[in-house]
């Protein structure tokens, strides 16, 4: 119990966190599954608080929850008091001992691979905390979907996100010999332009001129959320990719596929342990991002651009 509202009501932690959790998601769904419960109890939790304090936090409509002006105000509080019970728990605990539930959203094609290893370390390591991770070459959103961290790989966009570079990730761009033979291989980023590019969306691809960046926007007809598809429609012919190593390495090394353009490499990209914004890391984070970082940080360069 932290403090006493009017009537002599006494405010509990359990509810202060779900309403800080229904105020940072937007809604009562993605917060009861970032908490681990049911829907139902965080409804119960959220009117328990409003008849403690007396007065309406969250404006419900059908398409979530809104923060009424006494809402916003309270949930600065009520976040710096939550913020202040987990700082207070985490150093009585004892040295090293996770306890808790860590959702993680990873990305499908790196993820089971590189990441699953450390995951299971992680688990192996600290008994009580229940590890839970989504692999999805989605970008997920971390807050609306009730997430504590994410782990991507390659370069950010900008955002709010807090973002913690654990170790690079080169890679290349590549071709088949069926597509080169047909088409030939371009030999500088703006012959690109001319050539069927495999993507994941809209993005662009950046090479290495020397000490320059040089961004290309590529287009091509065949798109995938997933690089394990863009690198089987590679083999078959269809156009170029541009991957990360640990993807075309094995067919580089059959033969399936060529690598293109190395006079312009891409620039080293990183592995990022991303999470929304707040104050401080909690423990579990913090035990992440410096497992990963002994597993991946010696492996080359420290990418460009890497932000701590």
């Given amino acids: 119990m932290l403090c006493r509202s009017k009537g002599n009501a006494e405010l509990d932690i359990e509810e202060l966190q ?18 681990g419960v049911s829907k139902s109890i965080v409804s119960r939790r959220l009117l328990r608080l409003e008849s403690d304090l007396g007065v309406q936090l969250l404006a ?32 009585i605990s004892p040295a090293g001992d996770l306890r808790g539930r860590l959702r993680i959203a990873a990305p499908l094609t790196f993820g089971p691979t590189h990441l699953s290893p450390v995951l299971a370390d992680m688990a192996r390591r600290h008994p009580l905390l229940h590890i839970h991770t989504y692999y999805s070459d989605r970008m997920v959103d971390l807050v609306g979907e009730g997430y ?20 690079p990730i080169a890679g290349k761009l590549v071709a088949s010999p069926r597509y080169i033979a047909a088409h030939g291989a371009p030999e500088t980023p703006d012959e690109l332009l001319a050539h069927e590019a495999l993507m994941q969306g809209t993005e662009s691809w950046r090479f290495m001129d020397g000490d320059k960046i040089v961004t290309v926007h590529p287009q091509g007809r065949f798109k995938a959320d997933n690089a394990v598809a863009i690198v089987a429609a590679a083999v078959a012919g269809l156009g170029l990719a541009w991957l990360p190593d ?6 580089v090394a059959s033969g ?22 707040g104050q401080h890391p909690s423990a579990k984070i913090r035990a992440l991002t410096d497992m990963l970082t002994e597993c991946f940080e010696g492996h080359s360069s420290r990418p460009r651009g890497s932000r701590t």
């Fill in 148 to 167: 504590d961290c994410a782990i991507r790989i390659g370069y950010l966009p900008d955002s709010n996100l807090i973002a913690k570079c654990v170790g």
């Fill in 18 to 35: 779900t309403f800080v959790e229904v105020a940072d998601s937007g809604g009562v769904s993605p917060a009861a599954r970032r908490l």
């Fill in 246 to 251: 640990g993807v075309t390495d094995p067919y």
């Fill in 60 to 91: 419900r409509t059908t398409r979530g929850s809104a923060l009424t002006e006494a809402g916003a105000t309270f949930r600065d509080h009520a976040a710096r008091v939550v913020a202040e019970i987990d700082a207070a728990r985490e150093t």
């Fill in 256 to 277: 399936e596929l060529v690598p293109i353009m190395r006079r312009f490499p891409p620039p080293t990209g990183g592995i990022y342990v991303v999470r929304p914004p």
